[in-house]
């Protein structure tokens, strides 16, 4: 026989999708596992866009144009930064200043239902900026014991407008619930002077947000001033570099994990087919399939596993999202175009990595396994 | 005979590079749960190490504030006489206490609590200083792993409160993956700043339990809890704020396990019906061909684990040296929970090639193989 003609005979049988499609059971386990580590990957990448997202949410929609921090300070996020009050004064005295409006922000820990709920709680002054950006139902505070809470704290915990909430000891009556959640964490809204009092330490503040029209030109004013003044661009990319400076090592680690579970689960599936059907991978050396023809029928079997795995991975996504989004909606998941891209991407790599083991076992086959009997 | 041969392992690790495929896929899946586990736990001990070396018996603060982690408390400034004046009580110092940015050479920042503490008696300070002294006035201690991210040596200046203090010790201890510990005298506090903290020391043969009930008699507007009490607050803290998190990941990473090994078992069940078949025919029982479907089961997770394990100390080490904040804490509790899950992951997975061995025909045993 031509061994021409017994290499192009085998391309017309697939025999890598007949090879994974003999054993349906094995192929839906193997596909499983393979979209759950999909799965992980595109919780965890939307997790990553959530916490992205959540980072920047209070500097971009407290609608400052500038943010006036204590020197050293260049972040929201932390909860950090003392100034003394009269600043904002200072700011506004400045002519390319259109208002300017003093927040004072701190972390708490609630403790509701027997678990420590952590909280951000901002500080504005009524009827100035800084407060609630998007009010769900009721108001923002206009007293100093007044509230406004987030509405994921508030689903999670059955508050509502009209109940009320112990915070460090003081009790507020809820006004108002705001579409402001973070990350893990909840905003909650006070007066600035209900929070001076919680902190024991009147007459300062923790930034001073401010409009302006030209916004470069108020900064070097004020900067020239000896006020530490970042714009709100600036403020953002410094809000995020800190959350994710706080959770990148871990979700990195935790995509790699995901990455090499996804990938050993291929190359498990792969292997385990070509073992079983060594005998005809033998039959097709025999009658002349070279190396690279049985390497390549490794790797259009890791590939269709990947892709399946793909889909699976996909629907598990939408799925698992939707449970996570009803009963853990303190965790955002975000998913973005390059969040589909990677997992392709993920895919395709792990397809690629496990077809090694496969592709090894299939170089080194003898043709005389053709001839042996099934063990 | 009987149980003499180990049909379980033999089968299990014929084809050595299956074997190790399988494993090594259920313990990628374990080690998702254990490294993740492993960084919490290490973020509860970070959390606590001040706690855990303090000499203090109870600790005083803001009502309803229980912890130090991500909490403001904020004194009366008539507390810490109060609490000095309380019988059983050896000695109490107020502490103050504040989060800030630490700012280093070329920026480089650090969040991090500052505490204000009496450097005379250095209860409220770091046990012990890796290098240098204790603060002296515009003097501040900073934790060794914040100094190198910061770029700070003894002697240096860093940025606090929108002015500098000078570098004079390094203690070790206190840095987690969001924030560090710096120490400074109460006096270079801003003037008027209250206490946000009290440390209480028993004297002798008064327990810390009874000296807590007396406090917070003499304060019943604050919070009083021993130190003990405070330091599971602040643990608790961590706990709650990772559980969700815990649960949705560990769920995941057991599904992959469980889909892992359904695939290994039901793969090798299938393989070894002849060999099933032959053992029934020899007289074997169904209970016996179980028992091999459940070995296997076993040798899976117990190899899966073991490699989990030694991947999560071996990635431990590895993190806490790219990033020394991040400590992963692998603990026998931690491996034995991961281990019992993934057992009953094991017997779940165990459950459809149980199946097929039951209805194994032992006439099969006589049949040509196809």
């Given at each position: 026989?031509?061994?021409?003609?017994?290499?192009?005979?085998?391309?017309?049988?697939?025999?890598?999708?007949?090879?994974?499609?003999?054993?349906?059971?094995?192929?839906?386990a193997?596909?499983?596992?393979?979209?759950?580590a999909?799965?992980?990957?595109?919780?965890?990448?939307?997790?990553?866009?959530?916490?992205?997202?959540?980072?920047?949410?209070?500097?971009e929609r407290?609608g400052?144009?500038?943010?006036?921090?204590?020197p050293?300070?260049?972040?929201?996020?932390?909860?950090?930064?003392s100034?003394?009050?009269?600043?904002?004064?200072q700011?506004?005295?400045d002519?390319?200043?259109?208002?300017?409006?003093?927040?004072?922000?701190?972390?708490?820990?609630?403790?509701?239902?027997?678990?420590?709920?952590?909280?951000?709680v901002?500080?504005?002054?009524?009827?100035?900026?800084g407060?609630?950006?998007s009010?769900?139902?009721?108001?923002?505070?206009?007293?100093?014991?007044?509230?406004?809470v987030?509405?994921?704290?508030?689903?999670?915990?059955?508050?509502?407008?009209g109940?009320?909430?112990?915070?460090?000891g003081?009790?507020?009556?809820?006004?108002?619930?705001?579409?402001?959640?973070?990350?893990?964490l909840?905003?909650?809204?006070?007066?600035?002077?209900?929070?001076d009092?919680?902190?024991?330490?009147?007459?300062?503040?923790?930034?001073?947000?401010?409009?302006?029209?030209?916004?470069?030109?108020?900064?070097?004013?004020?900067?020239?001033?000896?006020?530490?003044?970042?714009?709100?661009?600036?403020?953002s990319?410094?809000?995020?570099?800190?959350?994710?400076?706080?959770?990148?090592?871990?979700?990195?680690?935790?995509?790699?994990v995901?990455?090499?579970?996804?990938?050993?689960?291929?190359?498990?599936?792969a292997?385990?087919?070509?073992v079983?059907?060594r005998r005809?991978?033998?039959?097709?050396?025999?009658?002349?399939?070279?190396?690279?023809?049985l390497?390549?029928?490794?790797?259009?079997?890791?590939?269709?596993?990947?892709?399946?795995?793909?889909?699976?991975?996909?629907?598990?996504?939408?799925?698992?999202r939707?449970?996570?989004?009803?009963?853990?909606?303190q965790?955002?998941i975000?998913?973005?175009?390059?969040?589909?891209?990677?997992a392709?991407?993920?895919?395709?790599?792990?397809?690629?990595?496990a077809?090694?083991?496969?592709?090894?076992r299939?170089?080194?086959?003898?043709?005389?396994?053709?001839?042996?009997?099934a063990? | 005979?009987?149980?003499?041969v180990?049909?379980?392992r033999?089968?299990?690790?014929?084809?050595?590079?299956?074997?190790?495929?399988?494993?090594?896929?259920?313990?990628?899946?374990?080690?998702?749960?254990?490294?993740?586990?492993?960084?919490?736990?290490?973020?509860?001990?970070?959390?606590?190490?001040y706690?855990r070396?303090?000499?203090?018996?109870v600790?005083?603060?803001?009502?309803?504030?229980?912890?130090?982690?991500?909490?403001?408390?904020?004194?009366?400034?008539?507390?810490?006489?109060?609490?000095?004046?309380?019988?059983?009580?050896?000695?109490?110092?107020?502490?103050?206490?504040t989060?800030t940015?630490?700012?280093?050479?070329?920026d480089r920042?650090?969040?991090?609590?500052?505490?204000?503490?009496?450097?005379?008696?250095g209860?409220?300070?770091?046990?012990?200083?890796?290098?240098?002294?204790?603060?002296?006035?515009?003097?501040?201690?900073?934790?060794?792993?914040?100094?190198?991210?910061?770029?700070?040596?003894l002697?240096?200046?860093?940025?606090?409160?929108?002015?500098?203090f000078?570098?004079?010790?390094?203690?070790?201890?206190?840095?987690?993956?969001?924030?560090?510990?710096?120490?400074?005298?109460t006096?270079d506090?801003?003037a008027?700043?209250?206490?946000?903290y009290?440390?209480?020391?028993?004297?002798?043969?008064?327990?810390?339990?009874?000296?807590?009930?007396?406090?917070?008699?003499?304060?019943?507007?604050?919070t009083?809890?021993?130190?003990?009490?405070?330091?599971?607050?602040e643990?608790?803290?961590?706990?709650?704020?990772?559980?969700?998190?815990?649960?949705?990941?560990?769920t995941?990473?057991?599904?992959?396990?469980?889909?892992?090994?359904?695939?290994?078992?039901?793969?090798?069940?299938?393989?070894?019906?002849?060999?099933?078949?032959?053992v029934?025919?020899?007289?074997?029982?169904?209970r016996?061909?179980?028992?091999?479907?459940?070995?296997?089961?076993?040798?899976?997770v117990?190899?899966?684990v073991?490699?989990?394990?030694?991947?999560?100390?071996?990635?431990?080490?590895?993190?806490?040296?790219?990033?020394?904040?991040?400590?992963?804490?692998?603990?026998?509790?931690g491996?034995v929970?991961?281990?019992?899950?993934?057992l009953?992951?094991?017997?779940?997975?165990?459950?459809?090639?149980?199946r097929?061995?039951?209805?194994?025909?032992?006439?099969?045993?006589?049949?040509r193989?196809?």
């Amino acid at each position: 026989m031509n061994p021409r003609s017994v290499r192009a005979h085998p391309r017309r049988v697939p025999l890598a999708r007949r090879n994974l499609t003999a054993d349906r059971r094995r192929l839906a386990a193997g596909v499983t596992g393979v979209g759950l580590a999909v799965m992980l990957i595109l919780l965890l990448d939307g997790m990553w866009a959530g916490i992205r997202q959540q980072a920047t949410l209070y500097s971009e929609r407290s609608g400052a144009d500038l943010f006036v921090l204590q020197p050293g300070v260049r972040d929201l996020t932390a909860g950090a930064g003392s100034l003394p009050l009269p600043t904002v004064d200072q700011v506004r005295a400045d002519p390319g200043v259109a208002w300017a409006a003093p927040v004072r922000t701190a972390y708490v820990i609630l403790q509701l239902h027997g678990r420590k709920v952590p909280a951000y709680v901002v500080g504005s002054v009524p009827g100035q900026r800084g407060g609630p950006w998007s009010s769900a139902s009721g108001r923002p505070p206009r007293s100093d014991d007044e509230i406004t809470v987030g509405t994921v704290l508030a689903r999670r915990h059955g508050i509502g407008v009209g109940d009320r909430l112990e915070l460090l000891g003081r009790s507020f009556r809820v006004v108002g619930l705001s579409d402001s959640n973070g990350f893990m964490l909840s905003y909650v809204f006070v007066t600035h002077d209900a929070l001076d009092g919680l902190a024991g330490s009147p007459g300062r503040t923790s930034f001073v947000l401010a409009g302006a029209a030209d916004a470069g030109g108020a900064t070097a004013r004020l900067r020239a001033q000896g006020l530490d003044t970042l714009g709100r661009h600036q403020v953002s990319v410094n809000n995020l570099r800190f959350a994710t400076g706080i959770l990148g090592s871990p979700v990195r680690l935790m995509v790699a994990v995901g990455l090499a579970a996804g990938t050993m689960i291929i190359a498990l599936t792969a292997y385990t087919a070509v073992v079983e059907r060594r005998r005809e991978y033998g039959i097709v050396k025999a009658m002349g399939g070279t190396g690279r023809f049985l390497v390549g029928l490794a790797v259009a079997q890791t590939l269709t596993l990947a892709a399946l795995g793909l889909g699976a991975g996909w629907l598990l996504f939408v799925a698992g999202r939707g449970v996570i989004d009803a009963s853990r909606p303190q965790f955002a998941i975000v998913l973005t175009a390059g969040a589909a891209g990677r997992a392709v991407a993920a895919a395709l790599g792990m397809a690629l990595l496990a077809a090694v083991v496969p592709a090894r076992r299939l170089a080194a086959l003898e043709p005389a396994a053709a001839y042996r009997s099934a063990a | 005979m009987r149980g003499r041969v180990p049909l379980a392992r033999r089968a299990l690790f014929q084809d050595r590079r299956r074997a190790a495929l399988a494993a090594g896929g259920v313990a990628a899946a374990l080690l998702l749960v254990l490294l993740l586990q492993g960084i919490f736990d290490g973020a509860m001990r970070q959390a606590t190490a001040y706690l855990r070396a303090s000499p203090a018996d109870v600790i005083v603060s803001q009502r309803d504030v229980r912890t130090m982690h991500m909490s403001v408390s904020a004194l009366d400034p008539a507390t810490d006489d109060a609490v000095r004046a309380v019988d059983g009580v050896a000695w109490a110092e107020g502490l103050r206490y504040t989060t800030t940015f630490l700012v280093g050479a070329g920026d480089r920042q650090q969040l991090s609590y500052v505490i204000g503490y009496d450097t005379a008696t250095g209860r409220g300070g770091p046990r012990r200083l890796s290098a240098g002294r204790p603060p002296g006035p515009g003097e501040i201690l900073v934790e060794r792993i914040a100094a190198d991210r910061l770029g700070l040596r003894l002697g240096d200046r860093v940025g606090v409160f929108g002015g500098t203090f000078r570098v004079s010790g390094l203690f070790h201890g206190g840095t987690t993956i969001a924030n560090s510990a710096a120490f400074i005298r109460t006096e270079d506090f801003a003037a008027g700043t209250p206490s946000a903290y009290v440390l209480v020391g028993a004297r002798p043969g008064v327990p810390a339990g009874d000296l807590a009930r007396r406090v917070a008699a003499a304060v019943p507007g604050d919070t009083v809890q021993t130190t003990g009490r405070f330091a599971r607050e602040e643990a608790a803290l961590v706990r709650d704020m990772s559980a969700d998190l815990m649960r949705i990941m560990s769920t995941i990473g057991l599904l992959i396990a469980l889909a892992v090994i359904a695939l290994t078992l039901f793969t090798l069940t299938l393989a070894k019906l002849r060999e099933h078949a032959v053992v029934k025919a020899l007289g074997g029982r169904t209970r016996r061909l179980a028992a091999v479907v459940l070995a296997e089961a076993a040798w899976s997770v117990a190899l899966a684990v073991a490699v989990a394990t030694a991947a999560a100390v071996v990635l431990g080490a590895v993190v806490g040296r790219v990033n020394p904040a991040v400590a992963v804490a692998v603990t026998p509790a931690g491996v034995v929970r991961v281990g019992l899950s993934a057992l009953a992951v094991g017997a779940v997975g165990a459950i459809v090639p149980l199946r097929r061995v039951v209805a194994v025909d032992p006439a099969s045993a006589f049949r040509r193989a196809s």
